[in-house]
T-cell receptor, first 114, second 117 residues
Framework: DVKVTQSSRYLVKRTGEKVFLECVQDMDHENMFWYRQDPGLGLRLIYFSYDVKMKEKGDIPEGYSVSREKKERFSLILESASTNQTSMYLC?????????????FGEGSRLTVL | AQKITQTQPGMFVQEKEAVTLDCTYDTSDPSYGLFWYKQPSSGEMIFLIYQGSYDQQNATEGRYSLNFQKARKSANLVISASQLGDSAMYFCAMREGRNNQGGKLIFGQGTELSVKP
C-alpha cells in the first residue's frame, strides 16, 4: 500500500515562528502536493512539485514556501507563522504515469498558531 | 470562478437507502478527470472513484457509482444501500488535462453525509 507520512499530527506554534511540515511518501511518486483544508472551503492547493527540486505555486501560496531535495520528501515551510494559517494541512502524492492519477493523502497535520 | 461546486453542505439518509451527492464542474479543457474522496471523522482522505472525460460509461466501484452527465457538467456520486460507516465528509475534485500534464486536483467545498440507523 502507498504510504504518505506527515511528521506531526498536531502542532501548536506562536505567531512569528518558523514552522516546518514534513511529508514522506514511499511509492516513488513523481508528484507531490500540499493542501490546506478549512471548513466550508474544501481543500485548497498551496504548492506542488513534479520532480526533485521543482516546485509550482498553487492557488494560495502566499506566506508559504516548499522544498523538495529528494524525490520522496516534500516539505512545507511557514517562514513567519500567522494566526490565519491555523488550519489542517494535507500532503498528497501521485504517480504521473497512471491514467487516473488519483492522489494518496497523508493523515494531515493540524496546526494552531497562537 | 468556482470550478467545482458542491451545493449540499450537509445531507441525511436512512440506512440501507440510496443517496446522491451533487457535484458540478466548469472547465474548457476537453480532457479532464473527476474524482470523489471520502473523509471520515478520523481525517484521512480515501479515494473512492474516478471518471475520465472520454470514458463512455459511468464509473462504478462496489456501492459507489458516478453519474456523469457531460453536457450538464455534473458528476454526482451515488451511494447505494447506505451503511452507518458511510457517514463522512465527501469531496468532489477535478483534474484539468491529462495526468501526465500535471496532476493537481481542484476540490469542491464538501458535503457532510450522515446515515441514520
Amino acid at each position: 500500500d502507498v504510504k504518505v507520512t506527515q511528521s506531526s499530527r498536531y502542532l501548536v506554534k506562536r505567531t512569528g515562528e518558523k514552522v516546518f511540515l514534513e511529508c514522506v511518501q514511499d511509492m516513488d511518486h513523481e508528484n507531490m502536493f500540499w493542501y490546506r483544508q478549512d471548513p466550508g472551503l474544501g481543500l485548497r492547493l498551496i504548492y506542488f512539485s513534479y520532480d526533485v527540486k521543482m516546485k509550482e505555486k498553487g492557488d494560495i501560496p502566499e506566506g508559504y514556501s516548499v522544498s523538495r531535495e529528494k524525490k520522496e520528501r516534500f516539505s512545507l515551510i511557514l517562514e513567519s507563522a500567522s494566526t490565519n494559517q491555523t488550519s489542517m494541512y494535507l500532503c498528497a502524492s501521485s504517480f504521473r504515469r497512471r491514467v487516473a492519477g488519483e492522489l494518496f493523502f497523508g493523515e494531515g497535520s493540524r496546526l494552531t498558531v497562537l | 470562478a468556482q470550478k467545482i461546486t458542491q451545493t449540499q453542505p450537509g445531507m441525511f439518509v436512512q440506512e440501507k437507502e440510496a443517496v446522491t451527492l451533487d457535484c458540478t464542474y466548469d472547465t474548457s479543457d476537453p480532457s479532464y478527470g473527476l474524482f470523489w474522496y471520502k473523509q471520515p471523522s478520523s481525517g484521512e482522505m480515501i479515494f473512492l472513484i474516478y471518471q475520465g472525460s472520454y470514458d463512455q460509461q459511468n464509473a462504478t466501484e462496489g456501492r459507489y457509482s458516478l453519474n456523469f452527465q457531460k453536457a450538464r457538467k455534473s458528476a454526482n456520486l451515488v451511494i447505494s444501500a447506505s451503511q452507518l460507516g458511510d457517514s463522512a465528509m465527501y469531496f468532489c475534485a477535478m483534474r484539468e488535462g491529462r495526468n501526465n500534464q500535471g496532476g493537481k486536483l481542484i476540490f469542491g467545498q464538501g458535503t457532510e453525509l450522515s446515515v441514520k440507523p
